[in-house]
C-alpha cells in the first residue's frame, strides 16, 4: 500500500521514485569504489604510501558516520526534500575540490568534506521508504532499491579504471562532481516529498537529546543495527581491501576491478530480488534464517578454499558474492525491523543505524584491513568472526523482551 499524499503520488511515479533513492543511495558507493583503480597514481602523485591512502577512505567515513547522526534527525524536522538538495549541492563542490587538490593534505579535506554530505541520501531515502509503504510493501520496495543501488560497487570501479586509463585521477572527482549535479536536478523535480508537516518533529535540542536517548537506550534498536554493521562489514573487509585484492592476491591490473565487484554486486542484486520475491510469503525470521544460513556457507567455503589453495578466480569471487547475497536476503528485514521500532522518529532511526555501519566500516579500513589484507585466509577467517557477532547480535533481538512495539503499519 503506497501511503504518501495525492500530491507526492503526482509528483513521480513509484517506478521513479526508487530509481532516484536507489540514484541516491548510489553516492556512497561511487565515493568509495570509483577512485580505488586510481589508488597507485594518487600515491605517486603526492608521493604517500598505500597505507597513508586508506585514510582517504577513512576521512570519508569519518565525517559520514558523524553527521549520519543529524540528516535523519534535521529530515524528520524539516522535511526529506530540503535535506536532501543542500546535501546534493554540498557533494558537488566537495568532488569538485577533491579534482583541484594541489596537496595531499587537501585531498583528505575534501574526502571528508563529501562524507559530510554523501550520507544523506541513503539514510533519508530509508526513512521515505517507510513513510510510504507498509508491511510486506515496504520490504519490495526496499529490495528494489537495494537491487537497483547494488549496480553501482560493480560499476564504479569499471567507469573508475577506464576513466584513469585514459584522463588521470582528477577526471574521477570530475565525474564525482558531474553525477551530483545531475542527480540534484532530477531530485528537485520529481522526487516527492514523503513527510507532511503535521508529522515534523520540533527542532529542539531538548526534544532531540530525549529522542536520541531513547533511541539509544533500546536493546533491540542496537542489537538490530549491530546485526546490521556486523554483516556488511565482513563484506566489505573485500571492498577496502580491493585494491590488494586485484593487484596482489589476483594479479590483475587497474581496468580489471570487475572481476572482484561485478561478482560481489551481482550478489547483492540477486539476494534484494529474492528478499523482493518472498516478501509476504516467508515470515520475517524464516527470512533471516536463509538469510543468515547463506552467509554461513559462503564463509565456510571461503575460509575451506583459502586454507588449502592460493587465491585465484573464479573460487575466491564466487565465495564473496554467495557472502552478498546472504547479507541482502537479510538486510531489508533487518532494516525495517529497526526503522519500524520507532514510527515517528524514522529518520532519526535511521541516522543512528548508519552512523553505526559507518563508524563500523571506517574502523575495519584502518584498524582491520592493513592487519589482514596480506593473507586471504586472514580475510575469510576475519569476515567469518564479523559474521558470528552479527548472527549473535540478531538471535539476541529476537529473544530480547518487547520493550518497544514494533508496528507493521
Request: charged share 10%.
Amino acid at each position: 500500500m503506497y501511503k504518501t499524499t495525492p500530491d507526492a503520488m503526482r509528483a513521480g511515479s513509484v517506478k521513479t521514485f526508487a530509481i532516484l533513492l536507489a540514484a541516491l543511495a548510489m553516492l556512497g558507493p561511487f565515493s568509495i569504489d570509483t577512485y580505488m583503480p586510481s589508488f597507485p597514481e594518487i600515491g605517486r602523485s603526492f608521493g604517500v604510501s598505500t597505507l597513508e591512502l586508506q585514510f582517504t577512505i577513512s576521512a570519508f567515513l569519518a565525517t559520514f558516520a558523524v553527521m549520519s547522526l543529524f540528516h535523519g534527525a534535521i529530515a524528520d524536522s524539516y522535511g526529506r526534500r530540503p535535506v536532501i538538495l543542500v546535501n546534493l549541492a554540498l557533494f558537488v563542490v566537495a568532488s569538485a575540490g577533491c579534482a583541484l587538490a594541489a596537496a595531499f593534505h587537501q585531498l583528505l579535506w575534501f574526502r571528508a568534506l563529501q562524507g559530510l554530505a554523501g550520507g544523506a541520501g541513503m539514510i533519508v531515502g530509508r526513512a521515505m521508504i517507510r513513510d510510504s509503504f507498509a508491511g510486506d510493501d515496504a520490504q519490495r520496495m526496499m529490495s528494489t532499491v537495494t537491487m537497483i543501488f547494488g549496480l553501482a560497487p560493480a560499476i564504479a570501479p569499471i567507469v573508475g579504471g577506464w576513466l584513469q586509463a585514459a584522463f588521470g585521477w582528477r577526471s574521477v572527482f570530475v565525474f564525482l562532481a558531474i553525477y551530483p549535479a545531475v542527480l540534484l536536478v532530477a531530485c528537485y523535480r520529481w522526487l516527492p516529498e514523503t513527510l507532511p508537516r503535521q508529522e515534523r518533529q520540533p527542532f529542539v535540542a531538548r526534544v532531540l537529546l530525549a529522542n536520541y536517548c531513547r533511541l539509544l537506550g533500546n536493546l533491540r534498536f542496537g542489537l538490530l543495527s549491530s546485526a546490521i554493521a556486523f554483516n556488511f562489514c565482513a563484506f566489505f573487509l573485500y571492498i577496502a581491501a580491493a585494491p590488494v585484492v586485484i593487484y596482489q592476491w589476483l594479479g590483475l591490473n587497474e581496468t580489471q576491478f570487475a572481476w572482484l565487484f561485478i561478482p560481489g554486486i551481482s550478489g547483492i542484486v540477486i539476494g534484494a530480488f529474492i528478499s523482493g520475491r518472498i516478501a509476504g510469503r516467508l515470515a520475517r525470521w524464516q527470512t533471516l534464517r536463509l538469510g543468515y544460513a547463506v552467509m554461513f556457507a559462503a564463509v565456510a567455503c571461503n575460509v575451506a578454499y583459502h586454507a588449502a589453495a592460493a587465491p585465484a578466480l573464479p573460487w575466491t569471487v564466487l565465495c564473496v558474492m554467495l557472502f552478498a547475497m546472504g547479507m541482502a536476503i537479510a538486510m531489508p528485514t533487518l532494516t525495517l525491523l529497526a526503522l519500524d521500532l520507532f514510527p515517528h522518529n524514522r529518520g532519526m532511526a535511521a541516522s543512528l543505524q548508519s552512523f553505526q555501519h559507518s563508524m563500523f566500516t571506517a574502523i575495519a579500513a584502518v584498524a582491520i584491513v592493513p592487519l589482514v589484507a596480506d593473507s586471504a585466509l586472514a580475510v575469510g577467517v576475519t569476515a567469518s568472526v564479523l559474521l558470528v557477532c552479527g548472527t549473535a547480535c540478531a538471535v539476541r533481538f529476537l529473544r530480547a523482551p518487547k520493550n518497544t512495539e514494533i508496528s507493521d503499519a
